[in-house]
C-alpha cells in the first residue's frame, strides 16, 4: 500500500501524465477510516452503538470546531447549505443505517454493503446530477477495487440469518451505502459552488460544516428512541452502569481517525478528484482493517481475504497510475 503515494495521475485536461498524487487524499481517508473502524468496534461493545457513536460525533465536532473557527472559515462560504445537507444525509442517515445494518448482519458484510455500493451509486448520481463522466479504464479499475472488497470480504455462507433480519440488514445496508454516495455528491456539488464564487474550502472546514447536519439528524433520532424506551420501560428497571474510564480512550481514537482527520482528508480528496474514483478507493477501508484486528484481536485473515486484498490494492494502484 505504501507504494501508491508513488504512483501519478492522468489529467484529464490535457491528456498529459503529471506527478500530481492526487488520489493519496483518498488512500490516507482509507486508512484513517479503518483506524476509526476498530475503535468503533471497542467502544460500541463498551458503551452501546448509539452512545459511542453520539459521544464521537460531539468530540470530532468540538475538535473540528476549533481548527475551522481559528485556521479555517468557520460557518461562512456558498458551499455551506450543500455541505450541511450533505452531513445529514451521509453522517446521520447513513451512519444510522449502517449501524443498522452491523447489528443485523455482522460489521463484515454492513461495511461490504456500505462501501461497495456507495462507489457506483455516487458516480452515477454525480454523473446524473453535475455530468462529471467516468473514463472506460477508471470504471475498469474502480469496478476491479469493488470485486476485491467483495471477494475478501463475502460472508460465510454456512452462517444462518433469519430472513426478515437479513432483508431489513441489506435494506438497511443499501441505505448506508446511498447515504455515503449522495453525500459524497453533495460535497462535491458544494466544492463547485465555492469554486464558481471564488471561493476557497479547506478540508477541515468542510468537515466541520458536514458534521454539524450529522451531529444534528442523529440528536434528534436520539431523542425519539429515548422518549419512546423510557415510556415504554418499567418503572423499577434502571439504566446499564457504562464502563467509561475504558471507553473514553477508544472513543477519542474514533473520533480523531474517523469524523474529525478522516473526514477531513475525505473532503480533501473530493475536491481534487471524482466521486467514483474517490469511493472506490476508499471501498478498501475494509481490507486496510485487516492488520490492524491482527494486531489488536488476534486475527489471521483466510486466503480468500488476501487474494481479494490484492486484487482491490492492483485496481487502486492502476486507477492511480493513469
Not at 458503551?47 to 481559528?70: D, E, P, Y
Not at 474550502?201 to 468537515?207: E, H, K
Amino acid at each position: 500500500m505504501p507504494a501508491w503515494v508513488l504512483l501519478y495521475r492522468f489529467d484529464l485536461k490535457d491528456s498529459t501524465r503529471v506527478w500530481q498524487p492526487q488520489v493519496i487524499q483518498a488512500v490516507l481517508t482509507a486508512v484513517l477510516f479503518a483506524m476509526s473502524a476498530v475503535s468503533a468496534g471497542r467502544s460500541t461493545r463498551l458503551l452501546g452503538a448509539s452512545t459511542a457513536n453520539l459521544c464521537r460525533l460531539v468530540l470530532a465536532t468540538g475538535l473540528l470546531a476549533l481548527w475551522a473557527h481559528t485556521g479555517g472559515y468557520g460557518l461562512t462560504g456558498a458551499g455551506l447549505p450543500w455541505l450541511f445537507v450533505s452531513g445529514v444525509i451521509g453522517f446521520g442517515l447513513g451512519d444510522l443505517a449502517l449501524y443498522g445494518a452491523y447489528y443485523r448482519l455482522g460489521p463484515r458484510l454492513g461495511v461490504l454493503l456500505c462501501l461497495c455500493l456507495a462507489a457506483p451509486l455516487g458516480a452515477f448520481l454525480e454523473w446524473v446530477w453535475l455530468g462529471t463522466r467516468l473514463t472506460p479504464y477508471q470504471i475498469l479499475w474502480g469496478a476491479t477495487i469493488l470485486v476485491g472488497v467483495f471477494a475478501a470480504l463475502a460472508p460465510d455462507t454456512r452462517v444462518i440469518i433469519g430472513a426478515r433480519a437479513w432483508g431489513v440488514g441489506i435494506l438497511l445496508g443499501a441505505i448506508a451505502a446511498f447515504g455515503q454516495g449522495s453525500g459524497a455528491v453533495l460535497t462535491r456539488k458544494a466544492f463547485n459552488v465555492a469554486r464558481q464564487a471564488g471561493q476557497h474550502i479547506d478540508g477541515g472546514t468542510a468537515a466541520y460544516q458536514r458534521i454539524l447536519g450529522g451531529l444534528l439528524l442523529t440528536i434528534v433520532v436520539l431523542l425519539i428512541n429515548h422518549w419512546r424506551k423510557s415510556s415504554t420501560l418499567p418503572p423499577q428497571e434502571t439504566p446499564t452502569p457504562r464502563p467509561w474510564r475504558r471507553a473514553w480512550p477508544w472513543v477519542v481514537a474514533n473520533a480523531l481517525a474517523g469524523p474529525a482527520l478522516g473526514v477531513a482528508c475525505y473532503q480533501w480528496a473530493l475536491a481534487v478528484a471524482p466521486t467514483g474514483i474517490v469511493l472506490a478507493i476508499i471501498a478498501t477501508t475494509p481490507l486496510v482493517v485487516i492488520p490492524f484486528t491482527m494486531i489488536l484481536d488476534g486475527e489471521r485473515p483466510t486466503v480468500r481475504s488476501l487474494v481479494g486484498g490484492a486484487v482491490a490494492v492492483l485496481g487502486a494502484a492502476a486507477l492511480a497510475y493513469k
